[in-house]
C-alpha cells in the first residue's frame, strides 16, 4: 500500500513540475516574442530613418534620388567626394571644438591657481576673477552654439555617431556647467577656498568628458561608410526595404517603406506558435513619405 501510494505521490509532484513549467512558459514565451519583435520594430525605424538620409545625400551628389537599395548603399560605402564632404563639415570641425575645449580646460587650471591667491578683501582680484569667468563661459556658450550647428548636419547622415556626440553635448546644455562656475565665483569671495577648487575641479572633469567623448565621435564618423550594409532588410522578415522615387517637374522626394506585407501577417496568424500560444500579432513598421515619418505624424500605411 504505501509504495502504491509513494508511485502516486511521485507521479503528482512530476505533474506539478510540468504544469508549472508550462505555466511558466505560457508567460515568457509570448512576452519574448513581442519583446522581440519591439526590438524590431525599432531598430527597422531606424534602419528606414539611415535609408532615408543615404537619399538625402545621394540627392545632393547625383542631383536625383535612387530606387535601388543597393545602388544607394554602394554610394555611400565608396563615392570619395561623398568621403570628403563628410571629413570637411565633421572632422576638422570636431577637432576645432576639442582644441577649444581643451584650451578652455587650460584656462580653467590656471584659473583655479588665480583663486588660491584670492582674499574676500581683495576686490581687484575678484572683479578680475569675475570678468575671467564671464569670457571662459561666453566662450562655452558659443561652443555649445556650434556643437548644435553640427548635430543638425551629423543626424542627416546615414548611422553617423550622433548618441556619441549627444553625450558631450549633453554636459555643456546641463545647468549644473555654468552652475559651478557660479559657485567658484560665490565660495571664492566667501574665503570658501576649497570648496571653490572643488568646484574648479568638477568644471576641469566636464571638459574632459566633452573631449573624450567629440574624440570618439570622430573615431567613430567611419561607421557613416561601414555600417550601412546593415540597412538592406527588415530584422523581423529579412526582406529589402521597399524605394519609391516621386520626380516630376513640380516634386522630387523620396520613400521608404517598410517590406512586412499581407502575406508576412498571414504567415503569422497561421503559425501555430507564433499566433496562437506566443500570441504574436505582426504590423507593417511604417514608412517615410515625403519626409513623414509614418510612426511620429500618426500616418496609415
Not at 578680475?128 to 555649445?144: F, M, Q, V
Not at 571638459?207 to 527588415?234: A, F, G, H, Q, W
Not at 522578415?237 to 522630387?252: F, G
Request: overall charge neutral; glycine content about 4%; some cysteine.
Amino acid at each position: 500500500m504505501s509504495d502504491y501510494y509513494g508511485k502516486g505521490s511521485i507521479i503528482y509532484k512530476i505533474l506539478i513540475v510540468i504544469l508549472t513549467a508550462a505555466l511558466i512558459a505560457s508567460i515568457y514565451y509570448p512576452k519574448s516574442l513581442w519583446d522581440k519583435e519591439e526590438r524590431n520594430k525599432q531598430e527597422c525605424r531606424y534602419r528606414m530613418s539611415n535609408i532615408y538620409n543615404a537619399e538625402l545625400q545621394y540627392q545632393r551628389f547625383k542631383w536625383a534620388y535612387t530606387d535601388s537599395l543597393n545602388q544607394l548603399i554602394q554610394f555611400i560605402k565608396t563615392d570619395s567626394a561623398y568621403h570628403a564632404y563628410v571629413d570637411s563639415i565633421f572632422s576638422h570641425p570636431i577637432d576645432d571644438l576639442v582644441a577649444q575645449f581643451d584650451s578652455l580646460k587650460g584656462e580653467q587650471v590656471q584659473l583655479a591657481q588665480f583663486v588660491q591667491t584670492i582674499t574676500p578683501e581683495d576686490s581687484v582680484a575678484l572683479d578680475s576673477l569675475d570678468k575671467k569667468i564671464e569670457d571662459i563661459t561666453t566662450h562655452n556658450r558659443i561652443l555649445r552654439d556650434k556643437m548644435e550647428s553640427v548635430r543638425e548636419f551629423l543626424k542627416n547622415h546615414p548611422c553617423a555617431p550622433v548618441s556619441t556626440f549627444d553625450k558631450a553635448l549633453a554636459i555643456i546644455e546641463r545647468k549644473d556647467f555654468f552652475l559651478q562656475y557660479r559657485i567658484v565665483q560665490n565660495d571664492t569671495r566667501q574665503g570658501n577656498i576649497k570648496k571653490a577648487l572643488e568646484a574648479s575641479k568638477g568644471i576641469e572633469a566636464n571638459y574632459d568628458k566633452i573631449i573624450s567623448n567629440l574624440r570618439e565621435t570622430k573615431m567613430e564618423l567611419p561607421t557613416i561608410y561601414t555600417l550601412v550594409d546593415s540597412l538592406y532588410v527588415c530584422p523581423t522578415v529579412r526582406k529589402p526595404y521597399k524605394l519609391t522615387v516621386i520626380d516630376t517637374s513640380v516634386i522630387k522626394y523620396a520613400d521608404v517603406e517598410c517590406p512586412i506585407d499581407s502575406t508576412d501577417i498571414e504567415r503569422v496568424k497561421h503559425n501555430f506558435l507564433l499566433s496562437t500560444v506566443g500570441a504574436l500579432k505582426l504590423e507593417n513598421h511604417g514608412k517615410i513619405q515625403g519626409g513623414e515619418k509614418s510612426w511620429e505624424t500618426g500616418a496609415k500605411r
